[in-house]
């Protein structure tokens, strides 16, 4: 698995000047071959402040490959701020943060382009030339082959959201990083879409992080939950359920309690 790296940045680093590797105020420095790491992500380390607040503070993490984690936490407390970092589209940071150079990201917001048909979406910023049938086998994956040639204003929040996640597949991602993708949907669609993630997820066999505020979705897809606070990640449950997880069962309720009040919610005025 080919790796990018992002190394850490000091005061005294970026007053060097440029190097024949990266400019200045550049973190992430391809690896020129494929290195073998033991974790599709490896974070150590890793600090990101802004206006000299440690938003992220010397937090580590590491995830297997093919393994599912969800992030939680509560606003503010730097959970999309990780993700960015990971996908590399924040590099002002400290610390080393390892992840595999194939990666690929979907966001709340589908964010297709509305000029473009829906396959050339799925290309959208893919090397080269690819053909449309590279589009068309991502989209029948995600159950959208009957809409490749609409516009995305023609598509229903559901549709832009598989849309979006075939952008993401088209790469063939070691690494899908996930920015509460479902937040935008009404609970049936939402349903659907996280049914059919996890099914991605097992048919791909790729690493995924999904940040999320949603307790119950993590504990139904991940196979480890993590909650972060304080820039840290100050929780970790694994969920051993077998799947299909069903939400009626007392140990998936126990453990969704767990996390509810590890998050500060209080289940028994919920449950009243």
């Known amino acids: 698995m080919a790796t990018d790296v992002h190394r850490p940045v000091s005061p005294r680093a970026a007053q060097a000047g440029p190097t024949t590797q990266a400019g200045p105020t550049t973190q992430a420095v391809p ?17 990101r402040s802004f206006d000299g607040r440690a938003v992220i503070d010397r937090l580590r993490l590491d995830v297997r490959p ?3 984690v969800a992030l939680l936490g509560r606003s503010g407390c730097g959970k999309s701020t990780l993700l960015r970092i990971l996908a590399g589209l924040d590099r002002d940071i400290e610390g080393t943060v390892l992840v595999p150079r ?20 799925v290309l959208l910023g893919l090397p080269g030339k690819p053909d449309r049938a590279v589009a068309e086998r991502a989209l029948k994956e995600v159950g959208l082959d009957h809409r490749t040639d609409a516009w995305p204003k023609t598509l229903s929040g559901g549709e832009a959201q598989r849309a979006s996640l075939a952008r993401a597949l088209v790469r063939e991602p070691d690494l899908l990083l996930l920015d509460e993708p479902f937040g935008a949907l009404d609970a049936l669609t939402r349903i659907k879409a ?5 099914e991605l997820w097992q048919r791909r066999g790729c690493a995924v992080l999904l940040v ?3 307790v119950e979705e993590a504990v139904l897809l991940a196979d480890r939950v993590l ?6 990640i100050a929780h970790e449950q694994r969920i051993d359920l077998d799947r299909p997880r069903d939400i009626t069962d007392p140990r998936f309720a ?12 209080d289940t028994a005025a919920e449950a009243a």
């Open 102 to 121: 194939r990666k690929a990201v979907a966001f709340q917001a589908p964010r297709l382009m509305p000029w473009k048909k829906v396959w050339r979406n």
């Open 31 to 47: 690896v020129p071959q494929a290195v073998p790491v033991p974790q599709a992500v490896h974070v150590d380390g890793l600090t």
């Open 212 to 214: 999320t505020h949603d």
């Open 66 to 68: 093919g393994e599912f």
């Open 194 to 198: 996280q049914r059919l993630v996890g």
């Open 227 to 232: 909650v972060m606070d304080d820039g840290v």
């Open 254 to 265: 126990e453990l969704r309690a767990g996390l509810l009040e590890r998050l500060g919610v």
